[in-house]
T-cell receptor
Framework: NAGVTQTPKFRVLKTGQSMTLLCAQDMNHEYMYWYRQDPGMGLRLIHYSVGEGTTAKGEVPDGYNVSRLKKQNFLLGLESAAPSQTSVYFC?????????FGSGTRLTVV | GQQLNQSPQSMFIQEGEDVSMNCTSSSIFNTWLWYKQDPGEGPVLLIALYKAGELTSNGRLTAQFGITRKDSFLNISASIPSDVGIYFCAGLTGNQFYFGTGTSLTVIP
């Protein structure tokens, strides 16, 4: 089925650990995004990419890195997790105004 | 970043009632989108609006792109229990979408 797939769906990390969240889309979309969603804050843009090999900072990029080595994949990395990074992370891809979201990754940092 | 003010933050309504929510900004947007998010899922696009004054319907949902291009409205008529969820507006400027903080809708049977 066409869409955006995020892995993993859930993860618990200890403070200081690192991890990578994977986003894969099979719609050949140029634009991909990583958002975090916190209660009362809506969706906040972390990083985005306008095409393979490109990345750019969003609204809340600190503590995160991204890579877009292949058009279909957009990776979000946490080098040293902090409790403030406890959140639900959503990946999205876009062509025109057609935004498609993944189902989210719930990350808890203890 | 851009600030989108969405109101109300939450609504508790009786099944069958109509619902109205809106999104305002101090900035001009070229596109407005409305999304619904069910628990444990990502947002799903409901309606897209591309020009000022545009009024678009999708079943019981109707959305409007404000004439000033700084606001948008979403109405749901004759609400049903499956309308429960969080509704987000999003505005496009340049290459980026900015999201409102969401309206949580609870429909009481």
């Amino acid at each position: 089925n066409a869409g955006v797939t995020q892995t993993p769906k859930f993860r618990v990390l200890k403070t200081g650990q690192s991890m990578t969240l994977l986003c894969a889309q099979d719609m050949n979309h140029e634009y991909m995004y990583w958002y975090r969603q916190d209660p009362g804050m809506g969706l906040r843009l972390i990083h985005y990419s306008v095409g393979e090999g490109t990345t750019a900072k969003g609204e809340v990029p600190d503590g995160y890195n991204v890579s877009r080595l292949k058009k279909q994949n957009f990776l979000l990395g946490l080098e040293s997790a902090a409790p403030s990074q406890t959140s639900v992370y959503f990946c999205a891809s876009r062509q025109g105004a057609g935004y498609t979201f993944g189902s989210g990754t719930r990350l808890t940092v203890v | 970043g851009q600030q989108l003010n969405q109101s109300p933050q939450s609504m508790f309504i009786q099944e069958g009632e109509d619902v109205s929510m809106n999104c305002t900004s101090s900035s001009i947007f070229n596109t407005w989108l409305w999304y619904k998010q069910d628990p444990g899922e990502g947002p799903v696009l409901l309606i897209a609006l591309y020009k000022a004054g545009e009024l678009t319907s999708n079943g019981r949902l109707t959305a409007q792109f404000g004439i000033t291009r700084k606001d948008s409205f979403l109405n749901i008529s004759a609400s049903i229990p499956s309308d429960v969820g969080i509704y987000f507006c999003a505005g496009l400027t340049g290459n980026q979408f900015y999201f409102g903080t969401g309206t949580s809708l609870t429909v009481i049977p």
